[in-house]
């Protein structure tokens, strides 16, 4: 499975952004995916993650209510509806198939990994 981010872009504080996250070669729709960021000289951190069926789907504290993680397997794709964008949500954000239809936050759960989209979220 081939995954590839994209919607990144520069915003302003409290823009609204959604980005989308395309599979190719096989389909995605039996796994969970998540979405990942990293910061600059950080880790790369969990922020939401959706199960196969997208019936269930999990949130890093800090995102909760502002961020959104969706999928439409009919498409093969999975978006991330990022609102009131804070400069601190800054960062490459990345998503990722698991080889579960369920998973949780652990960068190890996942398997296949999109080369990533960037969101700059000036002050």
């Known amino acids: 499975v081939q995954l590839q981010a994209s919607g990144g872009g520069l915003v302003q504080t409290g823009d609204s952004l959604r980005l989308s996250c395309a599979a190719s070669g096989r389909t995605f729709s039996n796994n969970a995916v998540g979405w990942f960021r990293q910061a600059p000289g950080k880790e790369r951190n969990f922020v939401a993650s959706i199960a196969w069926r997208g019936g269930t789907s999990s949130y890093e504290d800090s995102v909760k209510g502002r961020f959104t993680v969706s999928r439409d397997n009919a498409k093969n794709r999975v978006y991330l509806q990022i609102n009131s964008l804070k400069p601190e949500d800054t960062a490459v954000y990345y998503c990722?198939?698991?080889?579960?239809?369920?998973?949780?936050?652990?960068?190890?759960?996942?398997?296949?990994w999109g080369q990533g989209t960037q969101v700059t979220v000036s002050s």
């Open positions: 990722a198939s698991a080889l579960r239809p369920y998973a949780g936050s652990g960068v190890h759960e996942y398997r296949y």
